[in-house]
Every structure is written in structure tokens, then in C-alpha cells.
């Protein structure tokens, strides 16, 4: 097997600190990935997928169970003088597969953004286009992350395997590596946060002019009431998930930001921010989704066994009937302008 043996000066990754940097992403992403089996678990035993709403965050999980899968089985040997021919076309493949799978939580989490802006501002029900949303989420971002094939740049690049934008033999600059970087990565996640947050504010400053509406519906049953309140809920947990991005990709780009400020010179702390960071949003969404009111309630054996019980004579689990019926309820509620004193379901 034909060894590479690269220039150490090229590098100032090669050092036990950037190590310690992959380690730290690794460790994460493995805690992710835990975290995601967890949330998985729990949709499936109580059947929790009844809403779009529900599904978009489903969709969420497993682009980030994916994800953290990837960089779990992320590892470059930053010490090691050789490289061989097999620890190169890992790294490529990695690289290739860390790259789309990155793209995927890009576009579910925008994704739920634009759910939640066409229900709750223009009062648009989008559910029928659910295969849209999931070829934007799944499909999109395989259809141009192949573009550094052309070019090998693929591979080793920084603390872990991504574009690469200096050739480690020839200690050289691949121009054509750092456009890749801003076209396929750093310009994209720009634009998708600046959109997000611009869409966050507009939903919340929508959903502050009705909150006081919600407070004077009446429902025409006990049953209704209890279906508005689920519904309001799927609708308002939604929220958390966006923010939860733009918060934890916010070192991701500070990093970026200071490599261009700063570049041959990358900063430590920022690295760890950004390697720590944007894994650990998975464990986030899942701790929101756990310590939901609806999820927290049916963390208890009981419930475990209802659930079960219902798989085995092919019932939905009775607390949670929910149906196209509550689609309608939230897209009222949060959408009609006009004065309400009674909710119909139709």
C-alpha cells in the first residue's frame, strides 16, 4: 500500500491541540447520536408522526442521527508522518458524506422555518407538498455536493476531513478549494440564517398580535378543547428547533469569520466552540422534545405498556388521536385575522 508522507510544515493542524479539537467533535457527535436513537424510540413506540408538523421534526432527527453517524467514524491521524492510499479515500468518503448529511440539517431546519411562516403568516397549509419538503431536506443537497470531485478537493483540510483548500504535499493554495468552501458551504449558511431569522421575527411578531385572540376561544367540547391545545402545542414546539440552529451555528460562522480575518493563524477556542457547538444542537432538539408537555407525560410505564398494547391490536394510542382534523384547529387559530368567539372543526 503506497504511503503519502505530507509536509508537517504545511499544516498548523498538526499538533496535539487540533487532536484534541476532532476528539472533542467525535465525542459529541457520539453523544448526538445516542440522544437521536432516544427520540427515535419514543416517535415510534407512541406513534408520533400523525401531524406533518410532527413528520418535519422527524425529519430533523434523522438528518441529525445521520449526521453525528458520520462524524462518529470521522478520525484523521494528525500525528501519523504517512498517510496511506486507505486513510486518504476514507477521509474522502467522509468528506463527501459529512458534507450532504451537513446540508441536511441546513435544509430541515429551514425547512420547518418556512412550515411555520406559511401556516402562521400567510395562512397557507403546505402539508400536500410534503414530498417537496422532503426532496428539499434528502434530495437537494446531493445534487451539487459532488462538485469537488472534479478537482480531488475533497479530503484532509484543517482539524478533520472536509474541502480541502491547501494541498498538505506541495504546501500550495487550492483556489479552487477555498471558492468550493464559500460556494457549497460558508455563503449558503449565511444566506439560510440571515433568511431564518428574518422568518423567526416575522412568526413571532404574528403569533404576539394573536395571543390574545387564542385566550378567547371557546371550544364547543371538553374533547375540543383538549384537541386546540394539542394542536396549539405541535405548532408551538416547532419554534424552539430554528432557534436552536441559529444559535448553535453562530460559532460555526464566527470561526469562519475569523479565518479570513485571521487566516494561517486559526483560533483554538473558536474551534472548540464550533466543534462542540454545532454537534451538540442534536442533543438540544431532543431534550426540547423530551421535556415537551405532551412527551414528558408519557414517560411513565403506564403509558410504555399503553402503547405496546396498542401495536398488538393495531390502535393508535387513545390520548393521542390526532388527525388531519388538528391541522385545520392551529391553522385557524393562528392564522385568521378576524374576531373569534367560537372554534369549529370541521
Not at 183 to 207: E, R
Amino acid at each position: 500500500m503506497e504511503n503519502r508522507t505530507e509536509n508537517s510544515n504545511c499544516s498548523v493542524y498538526n499538533n496535539k491541540d487540533f487532536v484534541n479539537v476532532a476528539i472533542a467533535y467525535q465525542a459529541t457527535a457520539g453523544f448526538t447520536f445516542l440522544s437521536c436513537i432516544f427520540a427515535l424510540s419514543i416517535i415510534i413506540i407512541f406513534k408520533k408522526w400523525q401531524l406533518f408538523s410532527q413528520r418535519l421534526f422527524i425529519y430533523l432527527v434523522i438528518s441529525t442521527f445521520l449526521f453525528s453517524a458520520a462524524r462518529i467514524f470521522h478520525r484523521v491521524d494528525y500525528l501519523e508522518k504517512e498517510f496511506t492510499d486507505a486513510h486518504m479515500h476514507f477521509c474522502i468518503f467522509i468528506a463527501f458524506i459529512s458534507q450532504n448529511l451537513a446540508w441536511t440539517i441546513f435544509t430541515s431546519n429551514l425547512a420547518i422555518t418556512v412550515y411555520l411562516f406559511l401556516g402562521a403568516v400567510c395562512n397557507r397549509r403546505s402539508e400536500k407538498y410534503e414530498l417537496a419538503y422532503v426532496f428539499l431536506i434528502f434530495g437537494l443537497p446531493w445534487t451539487f455536493n459532488w462538485l469537488p470531485f472534479i478537482k480531488g478537493t475533497y479530503g484532509k483540510a484543517g482539524a478533520w476531513c472536509w474541502i480541502k483548500s491547501v494541498n498538505l504535499d506541495t504546501c500550495t493554495r487550492l483556489e479552487y478549494g477555498v471558492v468550493l468552501q464559500l460556494l457549497l458551504f460558508f455563503l449558503p449558511i449565511f444566506v439560510i440564517l440571515l433568511t431564518q431569522v428574518i422568518l423567526y421575527l416575522i412568526i413571532l411578531c404574528k403569533l404576539y398580535v394573536n395571543k390574545k385572540r387564542w385566550k378567547g376561544t371557546i371550544a364547543n367540547t371538553v374533547e375540543d378543547e383538549a384537541t386546540n391545545k394539542a394542536a396549539r402545542n405541535e405548532f408551538l414546539s416547532l419554534l424552539a428547533y430554528p432557534l436552536i440552529y441559529i444559535i448553535t451555528s453562530i460559532f460555526l460562522v464566527g470561526n469562519r469569520v475569523h479565518g479570513w480575518i485571521y487566516p494561517g493563524n486559526p483560533s483554538l477556542v473558536f474551534f472548540y466552540l464550533s466543534a462542540i457547538a454545532f454537534p451538540l444542537q442534536g442533543i438540544i432538539i431532543v431534550l426540547v422534545f423530551t421535556f415537551n408537555a405532551d412527551t414528558r407525560r408519557r414517560l411513565r410505564c403506564s403509558h410504555f405498556k399503553e402503547a405496546i398494547k396498542s401495536y398488538k391490536t393495531s390502535k393508535v394510542v387513545s390520548e393521542y388521536e390526532l388527525d388531519d382534523q388538528m391541522e385545520s384547529v392551529y391553522y385557524k387559530e393562528f392564522t385568521d385575522n378576524t374576531s373569534v368567539e367560537k372554534l369549529e372543526i370541521n
